[in-house]
T-cell receptor
Framework: KAGVTQTPRYLIKTRGQQVTLSCSPI?????VSWYQQTPGQGLQFLFEYFSETQRNKGNFPGRFSGRQFSNSRSEMNVSTLELGDSALYLC????????????FGPGTRLLVL | QKEVEQNSGPLSVPEGAIASLNCTYS??????FFWYRQYSGKSPELIMS????GDKEDGRFTAQLNKASQYVSLLIRDSQPSDSATYLCAVSGNAGNMLTFGGGTRLMVKP
């Protein structure tokens, strides 16, 4: 079975721009979660989707948003990029929406200049 | 206050030794516990999951959970240089799949 895939793998943007990241979960997995990883803050939860519905949201500003499609693929969007948004953005998928083992994709490394 | 605490390390052990990694958590409603390994520049890779008190063994890895003490640990037997990585403890509550991660412990296994 193919793992979680994320595109693009690397991205360079400038402050004020917006960015969209994509995640395709493992086949059959319907829950997708997004995390941000930075050296200073570690791994932090952004949001979780199941059946196209956001179930949980982390403590991030409204500039961070996401959605899930009917095929379980998910996108996250960051608008008005700030330097501090430079991070590794990780997507994780699981079969079901509660306390399930999550499998991470390779991540998208975003650099904001 | 950080909800999941780990010693940042580095924890240095000789090859063949047992590495012991520890994690404490503050939320008593936490239900699911996970250990991930992350190599530098890579994404986290699941090692173990544990849901009930006691020990769970998988190959060279043993996870231990004590909910009363709000403590979870990972033992790595016969440590190999390839085990050198950052080990992340993650905790999930009783709603959804939201994981709260500790800061990770960097393990170095010296040949």
């Amino acid at each position: 079975k193919a793992g979680v895939t994320q595109t693009p793998r690397y991205l360079i943007k400038t402050r004020g721009q917006q960015v969209t990241l994509s995640c395709s979960p493992i086949s059959g997995h319907r829950s997708v979660s997004w995390y941000q990883q930075t050296p200073g803050q570690g791994l932090q939860f952004l949001f979780e989707y199941f059946s196209e519905t956001q179930r949980n949201k982390g403590n991030f500003p409204g500039r961070f948003s996401g959605r899930q499609f009917s095929n379980s693929r998910s996108e996250m969007n960051v608008s008005t990029l700030e330097l501090g948004d430079s991070a590794l953005y990780l997507c994780a998928s699981s079969q079901l929406p509660n306390q399930e083992t999550q499998y991470f994709g390779p991540g998208t490394r975003l650099l904001v200049l | 206050q950080k909800e999941v605490e780990q010693n940042s390390g580095p924890l240095s052990v000789p090859e063949g030794a047992i590495a012991s990694l520890n994690c404490t958590y503050s939320d008593r409603v936490s239900q699911s516990f996970f250990w991930y390994r992350q190599y530098s520049g890579k994404s986290p890779e699941l090692i173990m999951s544990i849901y009930s008190n006691g020990d769970k063994e998988d190959g060279r890895f043993t996870a231990q959970l004590n909910k009363a003490s709000q403590y979870v640990s990972l033992l790595i037997r016969d440590s190999q240089p390839s085990d050198s990585a950052t080990y992340l403890c993650a905790v999930s509550g009783n709603a959804g799949n939201m994981l709260t991660f500790g800061g990770g412990t960097r393990l170095m296994v010296k040949p």
